[in-house]
């Protein structure tokens, strides 16, 4: 059977609510598995498909090993006018994340900024979410987080840092506003275990093993992985030739971000620690929101981002490109085409959602799988 043949498409508001009803049966408070659902699908109808239902098993493996607590208990240690810093106590990192950029946004509306520093959390989903939750309010978004160890340092081979997105986000005059959500490590290990559910080789170029060598087998690498003993090159790839220093200065400098202003978890002890005897998966997020009316009027700002947008697709092409792409293009043109043909599942996710349902009695869900 072919790849595409192992494919089946379901509707977006479907899966959705599936994935709601995952975590209200996992013990989420239901407020809280909505704001989980809606940062996952939003992951899946952008076309990032390593971060929305492919996720949802790991939170549900995690939630039933204990290692994040249902029940998100945020404390607030600072506050300020236009700063704050939270301690997520281990809960769901989408619901820490959502309500950290919402207080940030809402800083902003009254001084012009606002920024957020957590630490004790939990993975998010994709970073974008949050920085287009700043750009629908007419303001700049940033977000960072770090993450357990998968990126070396330049001359190095041992993982040390998370592939710690800085993710950006802008409005713009067009139908989608300018967001750049990715890694500063050429791929993510979502992509990994993507490539590992679809059987296909990863690319030369992108992990290294302990001595350095190459390696493409995804099974392999999420093995050696866990084992410490492959790590995802950072963008520019491994040592000077290709400026791979470049994605590892800004991978530190996200770390900087996300655990030095929260006094928080950074490399190693991502990986875990130990708390009354459970292991605890911790991490640490930075969101900041820049309202734009404080420098311009709203409208200028949008329009002179869209030009430029405009501008930089205008450009003469490379030979036989069809077509040059801004950030966030892709991802609208992904919105609106699989919300008519639904998300694509292969099937291992197809086999992971009859699992969560089987184990959790959703039986009024009838998939076509």
């Known amino acids: 059977m072919s790849e595409k043949e192992n494919i089946t498409y379901l509707n977006a508001d479907i899966l959705q609510n599936f994935m709601k009803d995952v975590f209200i049966g996992l013990g989420v408070p239901k407020e809280d598995a909505e704001i989980i659902s809606e940062v996952l699908i939003t992951s899946d109808l952008r076309g990032m498909d390593t971060h929305g239902i492919q996720r949802c098993k790991m939170y549900y493996d995690r939630i039933n090993q204990g290692i994040y607590e249902v029940n998100t208990k945020i404390d607030i240690i600072t506050d300020g006018p236009t700063t704050a810093l939270w301690d997520g106590n281990n809960g769901m990192g989408h619901v820490i994340a959502h309500k950290a950029m919402k207080?940030?946004?809402?800083?902003?509306?009254?001084?012009?900024?606002?920024?957020?520093?957590?630490?004790?959390?939990?993975?998010?989903?994709?970073?974008?979410?949050?920085s287009l939750m700043a750009t629908k309010e007419g303001m700049i978004?940033?977000?960072?987080?770090?993450?357990?160890?998968?990126?070396?340092?330049?001359?190095?081979?041992?993982?040390?840092?998370?592939?710690?997105?800085?993710?950006?986000?802008?409005?713009?005059?067009?139908?989608?506003?300018?967001?750049?959500?990715?890694?500063?490590?050429?791929?993510?290990?979502?992509?990994?275990?993507?490539?590992?559910?679809?059987?296909?080789q990863m690319p030369d170029g992108v992990v290294i093993d302990d001595k350095g060598e190459n390696i493409t087998e995804p099974s392999d690498i999420l093995m050696k992985m866990t084992e410490r003993k492959a790590a995802l090159l950072p963008l520019g790839g491994a040592g000077e030739e290709m400026s791979g220093y470049k994605g590892y200065g800004y991978a530190t400098f996200v770390e900087i971000l996300s655990a030095a202003l929260q006094n928080g978890i950074f490399l190693r002890n991502t990986l875990g620690i130990e708390e009354d005897g459970q292991k605890r998966l911790k991490v640490g997020h930075f969101f900041l929101a820049i309202n734009i009316e404080s420098f311009i009027p709203l409208e200028n700002f949008k329009n002179t981002s869209g030009e430029i947008m405009r501008g930089l697709r205008s450009a003469k092409k490379y030979p036989n490109a069809k077509q040059i792409y801004t950030a966030g293009e892709k991802e609208h043109q992904s919105i609106l085409k699989r919300k008519?043909?639904?998300?694509?599942?292969?099937?291992?996710?197809?086999?992971?959602?009859?699992?969560?349902?089987?184990?959790?009695?959703?039986?009024?869900?009838?998939?076509?799988?």
């Open 141 to 200: 978004g940033l977000t960072t987080t770090n993450a357990r160890p998968s990126i070396p340092p330049t001359f190095g081979v041992e993982p040390m840092l998370g592939t710690n997105p800085l993710t950006l986000g802008a409005p713009t005059d067009e139908d989608f506003p300018y967001c750049l959500d990715c890694a500063t490590s050429i791929i993510q290990r979502g992509k990994v275990e993507l490539y590992n559910r679809l059987n296909k």
């Open 103 to 130: 207080t940030a946004i809402e800083k902003a509306k009254k001084y012009g900024i606002g920024a957020v520093a957590v630490r004790n959390s939990t993975h998010f989903g994709i970073a974008g979410y949050y």
């Open 340 to 369: 008519q043909t639904g998300i694509p599942l292969n099937k291992s996710i197809q086999e992971d959602m009859k699992i969560m349902k089987k184990e959790l009695g959703l039986d009024s869900y009838n998939f076509p799988f």
